[in-house]
Structures are given as structure tokens and as C-alpha cells.
């Protein structure tokens, strides 16, 4: 398949999914539960009261929680329909005063009106989803105040839940997603994505050739499954949250924190430029 409509097969395709992609997600369990993980470590690393950049919004799930702790939030989606979504949630949760939505993909975080940011996130794998994120990287860190952050759950490469049940099915080419350098179309209900798929040291190379220093890292989906089996989390709760406690003990440690479905980095923005 051409990769040439990239940006714009990927954009249909969430724009397709919008008007159910908050839903859907609340009623994921493992879902929910990186996104807790994610939230706290905004929470952790960045004041109530600071100005985040959200790159990739989707249906502003994140806008709401941040606006309700005290986070002024911009935040910019590539879809149209994700970013009517957005509006509609921060507008309907009462904190439309603290959170501006604009219809932009990464790629052109450049045409966003001049601000700097204390901090930039990105939740669920929207930077997977720029063809040259290499340069959206350099603009990003020219959007962030010096010491500032980048905190992005990125979906990774080498997820060992993925390849056993693909192993198990006798599915070699879907085994071999993952490991694709080009971008690579990914069915979403029935249209396409476009995704690079990373290893946390191929992201934080590319971060830190444009000026962030890497400061946090952890799995998200290396003993718990991935979310697309949550059926199978449904089953078995208690088995899950057993896996659950031990990612989140040790889904630090090297190793470790090198596989699984997402990585959650933390890259700080090192000199003055960008
Ligand atoms: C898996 S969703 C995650 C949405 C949201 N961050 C969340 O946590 O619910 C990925 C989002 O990235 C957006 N996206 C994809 N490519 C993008 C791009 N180049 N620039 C900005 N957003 C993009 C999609 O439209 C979609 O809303």
C-alpha cells in the first residue's frame, strides 16, 4: 500500500472514530489504567497551574481531568471530528475557560499562535502517527520554556502479549508489524493508520538530537496485556491486577522497560534554544 495519503488516511480513520473513542476507551480496563498511570506522571512532574501542550488530543479525556486540576491545557488534534469532541467534553465539563483546542496535526505545531509551554504531553500514541517526527521534534522543543517536558506514551515495538497470541494463531505478517522502520498501515474499524512503531531508544535518540535529555522511563503493557484484549481482562481481574502490581513495581527496571504494548517516557527540554 502507498504511504503517499499517509496523513490523510490517518486522519479519516480517527475522524471516523471519534464520536465513540471516549466511550469506548472508559469501558476498556486496561485502557483506564495506563491512562491513570499517564496522569499521574504529568502530576508528578508538572505543577497545577502550568500551561501543557497536548499533542494529539483525541476527544479531550486528558483536557478534562487537566482543566479540573488546575492545568491551563492547549491542546491540538490532526481530526476535525476529534477536536469537535474535544470542545464539546471541556465545554460540558465546565472547563472550557482553561483549555484551547485547535485543529492541527503535530507536524505543524509551528502555526499554533506564539506561546511557550511549561510542559508538552501526548497520550495514547499520537506522536507514532507523524511520518517525520524527526522534525516535529524540533518543533516541539522550541514550544517548551527551558526545563521543560515532554511526557508521551508511546506504542512500542516489541510487545511479548502481541507476539505470543500472533504466534499461537500462526500469524507471521502480523508478528511482523512492529518491526517495520517505514510507516505501516494499521486497520482501525474499517479505515487506515499510518504508524511508525518505536523502541524507547530509537524515540529518545530522535528527542534528543533535537534538545531533550531523557529523565523517565517506564513500560506500560509488558506484564498486563494489551488493550485490545480486554476481553480477556474482563475474564480474569484478578489476574490482571496481579500483573498490574507487578508492572508497576518493576515496569521501571531496565529490561523491563524496554518492551511492552506502550512506553511512557519523560524527556526534558536540556539548553535555552530549539
Ligand atoms: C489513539 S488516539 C489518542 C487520543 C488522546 N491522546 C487520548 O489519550 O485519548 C490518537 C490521536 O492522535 C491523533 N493524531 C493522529 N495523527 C496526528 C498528527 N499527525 N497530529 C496530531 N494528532 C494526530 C488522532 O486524530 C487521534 O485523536
Given at each position: 500500500m502507498a504511504v503517499v495519503n499517509a496523513d490523510i488516511d490517518t486522519q479519516r480513520a480517527f475522524g471516523g472514530v471519534a464520536a465513540t473513542y471516549h466511550?469506548?476507551?472508559?469501558?476498556?480496563?486496561?485502557?483506564?489504567?495506563?491512562?491513570?498511570?499517564?496522569?499521574?506522571?504529568?502530576?508528578?512532574?508538572?505543577?497545577?497551574?502550568?500551561?501543557?501542550?497536548d499533542l494529539g488530543c483525541g476527544p479531550g479525556t486528558d483536557e478534562?481531568?487537566?482543566a479540573a486540576r488546575g492545568y491551563r491545557v492547549t491542546a491540538i488534534d490532526w481530526s476535525l471530528e476529534m477536536t469537535e469532541e474535544a470542545r464539546r467534553r471541556v465545554r460540558?465539563?465546565?472547563?472550557?475557560?482553561?483549555?484551547?483546542i485547535h485543529h492541527l496535526g503535530i507536524q505543524e505545531v509551528d502555526r499554533l499562535a506564539p506561546a511557550t509551554f511549561d510542559a508538552a504531553c501526548s497520550n495514547f500514541g499520537p506522536l507514532n502517527c507523524v511520518v517525520d517526527l524527526e522534525?516535529?521534534?524540533?518543533?516541539?522543543?522550541?514550544?517548551?520554556?527551558?526545563?521543560?517536558?515532554?511526557?508521551?506514551?508511546?506504542?512500542?515495538?516489541v510487545c511479548p502479549w502481541e507476539l505470543a497470541?500472533?504466534?499461537?494463531r500462526r500469524d507471521w505478517a502480523r508478528m511482523r508489524v512492529?518491526?517495520?522502520?517505514?510507516?505501516?498501515?494499521?486497520?482501525?474499524?474499517?479505515?487506515?493508520?499510518?504508524?511508525?512503531?518505536y523502541s524507547p531508544s530509537s524515540i529518545s535518540r530522535i528527542f534528543e538530537a533535537a534538545g531533550f535529555a531523557r529523565?523517565?522511563?517506564?513500560?506500560?503493557?509488558?506484564?498486563?496485556?494489551?488493550?485490545?484484549?480486554?476481553?480477556?481482562?474482563?475474564?480474569?481481574?484478578?489476574?490482571?491486577?496481579?500483573?498490574?502490581?507487578?508492572?508497576?513495581?518493576?515496569?521501571?527496571?531496565?529490561?523491563?522497560?524496554?518492551?511492552?504494548?506502550?512506553?511512557?517516557?519523560?524527556?526534558?527540554?536540556?539548553?535555552?534554544?530549539?
Open positions: 466511550d469506548s476507551n472508559v469501558e476498556n480496563r486496561i485502557l483506564r489504567a495506563m491512562r491513570e498511570r499517564f496522569w499521574r506522571t504529568v502530576e508528578a512532574r508538572v505543577p497545577p497551574g502550568s500551561h501543557l501542550l478534562e481531568f487537566f460540558e465539563a465546565g472547563v472550557a475557560d482553561r483549555v484551547d522534525a516535529a521534534a524540533r518543533a516541539i522543543v522550541r514550544r517548551l520554556r527551558p526545563g521543560g517536558v515532554l511526557i508521551a506514551s508511546v506504542i512500542g515495538r497470541l500472533y504466534f499461537m512492529r518491526f517495520s522502520l517505514a510507516p505501516t498501515p494499521v486497520p482501525l474499524e474499517s479505515r487506515t493508520v499510518w504508524m511508525r512503531y529523565v523517565e522511563l517506564r513500560t506500560l503493557g509488558l506484564f498486563v496485556p494489551p488493550p485490545y484484549m480486554h476481553a480477556f481482562a474482563d475474564r480474569h481481574p484478578a489476574f490482571v491486577a496481579v500483573l498490574q502490581r507487578i508492572e508497576d513495581r518493576i515496569g521501571g527496571w531496565p529490561g523491563a522497560r524496554s518492551c511492552g504494548d506502550h512506553f511512557l517516557i519523560v524527556l526534558r527540554k536540556t539548553g535555552a534554544g530549539g
